[in-house]
Structures are given as structure tokens and as C-alpha cells.
């Protein structure tokens, strides 16, 4: 396994590593236009089972958006992320932004399953706020990016939410695909317990029918290493299927997602590689 042991003991506080994003929704600048429009709509019945969503001006229908958060499947809250999800509204997309629930109070599949059980309710709610469920994708960044790929991948998820053709396409942004052995805390707490380790991995559910997927990476990234997105990039075309993987020089792990806000969008056209890519995938 190449470089497993170089997933940065950081993983497992990530939130730390992650802490100046969590200013940018407190202090920085936002996206004009685009507006929340609801928050804490329940996906299930325990309290971080609940989602904000944002939307475009306009009465569209626009094309929806599940965005999940990262935080080292310990940590993380959909309060601190309103700036991304903002950004993306502003670029034409209904997005809805959940909470979902952490390490230690769950472990694998829980996490996972959250996720499937927000996107399906997303897909109901969708036209409520100007969103068209037809056209559906789900992203996200770090943790975040391996719960989107994990959904979209391994199709029993979204079978058992009772949605199972709902994604249309995913994103995945500095995202632990392959990090098996688990030899880190984060991952020993959230995946140790799970009877098949290769079952919690996006790359072994790699299928020519997967959606297409764009996968992007920091080249300075340290706390995930961008050979992840390199190797689940290289699995999924090797089956047959639809894959766009771009490596950013100079980025690292938070700056990846950072250039989601206008302060620093000038470091690399991540957004606007991300969002060509969702416009021509879901139409």
C-alpha cells in the first residue's frame, strides 16, 4: 500500500487543521446573490440529523447539490460552512449543506449511512426550494469527500434510503479513498471495529456505472495525500467508467476548499473546475 503511513497523524483533529475555514464563515466575504434559505430541516430524528439549504436567485429549477463537510468523521458542524455552500448557490445550484453524526457516538457505516439518508431527503425537499431532483450530485472535502464517494460508489447505500438512482454525479475534494491499514486514531476509532475492512473503501466499489466523478487534490496536501485521488481516479476508468481527476501545485489540505471564498479564489480555479464540471454533468 503506498504511503499509508503518511496520512498525517493530523487526521484525527482535523477540526484543528481545519479551524481558520470555520473564520471564513464568521468574517469573510459571501458570494452575492445566492441566499439561505431554510436551516435545520430534519433528514431523521436524532439532532445532527438536520440540513441548511441555500439557492440562487431565481425560480429555476436548478440543479441540487448535497455538500458534506470534513472533520475526520470526529468532528465538524454545517454552522461553519455556509461560505461554501453560498458559493456554489451562487453559480447556479440549489445546495444543501446537512450535519451528520461522529465518532465516537457512532462508527462505520453510520456516518455513511447519514449521508445516504440526507441526499434521499434532499431529493424530496428539493423542488421546495427551487431544486430539481433529476439533477442531483453530492460533493464534499476530506471526510466529507469520502462520504460522497462512498454513497455514490457502493450503491446499497442509497438503495436502502430508498433512492437508488438519485445521484447523478459526484465530487470529491481531498478525499481519503484508499487508506487502508487503519493505522492512524481517526481511523482506528471510525472504521476499526468493521468486520471487512476493503468494504469501507470508495476504491473497492470502483464500477463502469458509477457516475462520473471529478476529483480534485492539493499537490502540498499532508494530511491526505493527493496519490488517493490519483489511485481511485485510475480504478474507476480502469473499470469502464467516467473519471476527471486534477492535481492543484501549491494548494494543501485546507486550501483546497478555501478557494471557495472570494479572499482567496485567485490561488487556483478550483471552483470553476469544479462547478464546469457539475454544469455539463447534470445539464
Not at 464563515?25 to 452575492?32: A, E, H, I, K, M
Not at 463502469?208 to 476529483?215: F, G, K, S, V
Not at 457539475?278 to 445539464?283: F, K
Amino acid at each position: 500500500m503506498t504511503r499509508r503511513g503518511l496520512i498525517a497523524p493530523a487526521l484525527a483533529s482535523l477540526a484543528a487543521a481545519c479551524s481558520p475555514l470555520a473564520l471564513l464563515d464568521r468574517f469573510g466575504p459571501r458570494d452575492p446573490g445566492a441566499r439561505r434559505m431554510a436551516r435545520d430541516l430534519a433528514y431523521g430524528d436524532h439532532s445532527r440529523q438536520r440540513m441548511n439549504v441555500y439557492a440562487p436567485p431565481g425560480e429555476g429549477p436548478f440543479p441540487t447539490l448535497v455538500f458534506f463537510y470534513g472533520g475526520g468523521w470526529n468532528s465538524g458542524s454545517r454552522d461553519l460552512y455556509g461560505w461554501a455552500a453560498q458559493a456554489l448557490a451562487a453559480r447556479g445550484f440549489v445546495v444543501f449543506l446537512p450535519d451528520y453524526r461522529l465518532v465516537p457516538e457512532v462508527v462505520f457505516p453510520v456516518f455513511v449511512e447519514d449521508a445516504a439518508k440526507a441526499t434521499a431527503r434532499a431529493a424530496d425537499l428539493a423542488p421546495t426550494y427551487g431544486g430539481d431532483a433529476a439533477r442531483l450530485a453530492v460533493l464534499g472535502h476530506s471526510a466529507g469527500a469520502y462520504l460522497a464517494l462512498m454513497i455514490a460508489l457502493d450503491a446499497r447505500y442509497m438503495k436502502a434510503a430508498g433512492r437508488p438512482d438519485v445521484i447523478r454525479a459526484a465530487a470529491g475534494l481531498a478525499g481519503p479513498y484508499d487508506f487502508l491499514p487503519f493505522d492512524v486514531a481517526s481511523t482506528r476509532d471510525a472504521f476499526g471495529a468493521a468486520p471487512d475492512p476493503a468494504q469501507t473503501q470508495p476504491v473497492t466499489f470502483a464500477r463502469a456505472d458509477a457516475p462520473p466523478l471529478w476529483l480534485g487534490h492539493g499537490a502540498d496536501d499532508t494530511v491526505v495525500h493527493d496519490e488517493d485521488t490519483l489511485i481511485l481516479n485510475d480504478r474507476i476508468k480502469a473499470a469502464g467508467g467516467r473519471s476527471t481527476a486534477r492535481i492543484y501545485p501549491g494548494l494543501n489540505h485546507a486550501d483546497l476548499i478555501a478557494t471557495f471564498s472570494p479572499l482567496f479564489r485567485k490561488k487556483a480555479p478550483v471552483l470553476d473546475d469544479l462547478v464546469a464540471f457539475l454544469h455539463r454533468a447534470l445539464g
